[in-house]
T-cell receptor, first 114, second 119 residues
Framework: GNSVTQMEGPVTLSEEAFLTINCTYTATGYPSLFWYVQYPGEGLQLLLKATKADDKGSNKGFEATYRKETTSFHLEKGSVQVSDSAVYFCALRGGVQGAQKLVFGQGTRLTINP | SAVISQKPSRDICQRGTSLTIQCQVDSQVTMMFWYRQQPGQSLTLIATANQGSEATYESGFVIDKFPISRPNLTFSTLTVSNMSPEDSSIYLC????????????????FGEGSRLTVL
């Protein structure tokens, strides 16, 4: 079935550092890919998405590119802020098998120090 | 995007009791999903609830433990039955647009979640 593998956490960075959180997936067909963010004590929010190969999703300075050849969707940000401290989840939905289900990676806890 | 309201937002429950979580959406949706997030873990799909039919449960989840109702296109309930401390989790209701297979972009939107602590 479909699956998502994320970079192990936790990740701790200093403010203004460059961020990469790796995400790879396994799926049949052409799924949509997502990054969700969960701030402390809050619900899950959609951060960005990409629906086909070579699409780049972007929001709030974060970017991720749908790479079909490497089955990856790595999250990047050029200069992180303390307010970016949260748990980040990579997810996929669609393809062929289990098309209606949103499948999540294990999550990566990010802490940004001032 | 849809606005999703869940009740209760949190509760402390005694072992052996049952609790029903309500999910209200501000628009009509075909599919609603119930997820569980155990402490420090990712989200796991419990079941998919379609209006007018039985919920479809994922492997490891059964109707007797997690009965679901879907009486109309804007509302659903999830009951956690005969609770034990292992059921302490955040339970999240989710709805979304059409999947890619159906011509949409596939994102799901989530409620704030219901945080249950079982003593």
């Amino acid at each position: 079935g479909n699956s998502v593998t994320q970079m192990e956490g936790p990740v701790t960075l200093s403010e203004e550092a460059f961020l990469t959180i790796n995400c790879t997936y396994t799926a049949t067909g052409y799924p949509s890919l997502f990054w969700y963010v969960q701030y402390p004590g809050e619900g899950l929010q959609l951060l960005l998405k990409a629906t086909k190969a070579d699409d780049k999703g972007s929001n709030k300075g974060f970017e991720a590119t749908y790479r079909k050849e490497t089955t990856s969707f790595h999250l990047e940000k050029g200069s992180v802020q303390v307010s970016d401290s949260a748990v980040y989840f990579c997810a996929l939905r669609g393809g062929v098998q289990g098309a209606q289900k949103l499948v999540f990676g294990q999550g990566t806890r990010l802490t940004i120090n001032p | 995007s849809a606005v999703i309201s869940q009740k209760p937002s949190r509760d402390i429950c005694q072992r052996g009791t049952s609790l029903t979580i309500q999910c209200q959406v501000d628009s009509q949706v075909t599919m609603m999903f119930w997820y569980r997030q155990q402490p420090g873990q990712s989200l796991t799909l419990i079941a998919t609830a379609n209006q007018g039919s039985e919920a479809t449960y994922e492997s490891g989840f059964v109707i007797d433990k997690f009965p679901i109702s879907r009486p109309n296109l804007t509302f659903s309930t999830l009951t956690v039955s005969n609770m034990s401390p292992e059921d302490s989790s955040i339970y999240l209701c989710s709805v979304g647009g059409a999947s890619k297979l159906a011509g949409g972009t596939g994102e799901l939107f989530f409620g704030e979640g219901s945080r249950l602590t079982v003593l």
